[in-house]
């Protein structure tokens, strides 16, 4: 299988020892469980071309190659588990998730705009940095951006510069 998708009411685990897009697949479009947990392990690379809302449950990812994100297609879940040797590359501003836990062989580049206190960003950051990853805080000031120049953000930590790419445009 090329493209996987899944509308789902309970548990949802999937195997392929190949690369795997989730998208659009029989009509059904990116995986939504219903609040169930989620398992997707590949034996190569893993694309998200759509969404994935798992909600209250876990989203598990095992892969052995990279793992990316397209525009605007985002992760929801109460908890993100990424395993695997693969390289972790989620960087879209809506992904949305409460917990994140990891266990791989390669490096996470991962992206989470949601509001935290001063308190759980620094014990996060304590957390992430002793693991010899880099953290990055950050924080929106202002309206919706409707156009350009009126909302600021302000990114600070160790790999500020870098990620502030991330959010151009």
Do not use: C, K
């Not at 350009?148 to 151009?168: K, M, Q």
């Amino acid at each position: 299988v090329a493209t996987f998708a899944s509308a789902a009411t309970g548990a949802v685990s999937y195997r392929d020892a190949n690369a795997l897009t989730v998208g659009v697949a029989g009509g059904t479009t990116g995986v939504n469980s219903g609040g169930a947990n989620v398992t997707l392990r590949t034996g190569a690379a893993l694309v998200f071309d759509e969404d994935v809302t798992v909600g209250a449950g876990t989203l598990t990812l095992n892969s052995a190659g990279a793992v990316t994100q397209n525009a605007n297609d985002t992760l929801t879940a109460t908890a993100l588990e990424l395993l695997g040797a693969g390289s972790y590359t989620l960087t879209q501003t809506g992904n949305n998730v409460g917990t994140l836990a990891a266990s791989t062989t390669n490096l996470i580049t991962y992206v989470d705009a949601n509001a935290i206190s001063p308190e759980t960003t620094r014990q996060v950051g304590e957390v992430i940095t002793a693991s010899g990853a880099t953290y990055v805080d950050g924080g929106i000031v202002g309206p919706p951006p409707r156009r350009a120049g009126v909302t600021r953000l302000y990114l600070s930590g160790d790999g500020a510069t870098e990620f502030a790419a991330v959010f151009r445009d």
